[in-house]
């Protein structure tokens, strides 16, 4: 079945800086990504997604990046904030159905001021 | 507009209690679905509906049971709950992507 697996439990930058969180998935069929952001204590919370017809899309500072030959996801912040700092998880649409999402370990991101 | 929300934000059961995780939205949304979060760990999916009197087993159903009588509400029941069931849970709805509830954070001892 479909895998998802983080490259970096945690990871620490400075404010101002862009922030790069990495994401591999195992099954070539997978059609649909989504990247959550989860605070402590709380729900996940949607940032973006993509489907794999194609290969980047941006939102407001937020920028994801698929790369099907590989299978690797990305998810690019820009100017990090300290309101950035959380919890983030990418999730692939495993088997066809929206009843199937897998999740990947998550990503610590810390902001230093 | 809440959104999805669900009841009781906290709670410790005894080995062999049963208890149900409530769940509401009112967005609408056919779709609804039951994860369980264990600490360091994504979201795992135990249960979901695609629509009202429709439920269909997630990666992990064991020790769980859910109905889907209404658009509105998707209850998960634990009959004998154990200890590896302490967990937090989150229910989601989607039209496209997944609204998450706040979460209920579960202790059995």
């Known amino acids: 079945g479909e895998s998802v697996g983080l490259h970096l439990p945690t990871l620490s930058v400075q404010e101002g800086d862009n922030s790069i969180i990495n994401c591999a998935y195992s099954?070539?069929?997978?059609?649909?990504f989504i990247w959550y952001k989860q605070e402590s204590g709380k729900g996940p919370q949607f940032i973006i997604d993509?489907?794999?017809?194609?290969d980047k899309r941006q939102g407001q500072r937020v920028t994801v990046l698929l790369n099907k030959t590989v299978k690797h996801l990305s998810l690019q912040i820009a100017a990090t904030q300290p309101g950035d700092s959380a919890v983030y998880f990418c999730?692939?649409?495993?088997?066809?159905?929206?009843?199937?999402?897998?999740f990947g370990k998550g990503t610590k991101l810390s902001v230093k001021p | 507009n809440a959104g999805v929300t669900q009841t009781p934000k906290f709670r410790i059961l005894k080995i062999g209690q049963s208890m149900t995780l409530q769940c509401t939205q009112d967005?609408?949304?056919?779709?609804m679905y039951w994860y369980r979060q264990d600490p360091g760990m994504g979201l795992k999916l135990i249960y979901y509906?695609?629509?009202?009197?429709?439920?269909d087993k997630g990666e992990v159903p064991n020790g769980y049971n859910v109905s889907r009588s209404t658009t509105e509400d998707f209850p998960l029941r634990l009959e004998l709950a154990a200890p590896s069931q302490t967990s937090v849970y989150f229910c989601?709805?989607?039209?496209?992507?997944?609204?998450f509830g706040p979460g209920t954070r579960l202790t059995v001892t």
């Open positions: 989601a709805t989607s039209h496209h992507e997944q609204y």
């Open positions: 099954n070539s069929a997978s059609d649909y």
């Open positions: 993509i489907r794999s017809n194609m």
């Open positions: 999730a692939v649409l495993g088997g066809g159905s929206q009843g199937n999402l897998i």
């Open positions: 967005m609408n949304h056919n779709y």
């Open positions: 509906s695609v629509g009202a009197g429709i439920t």
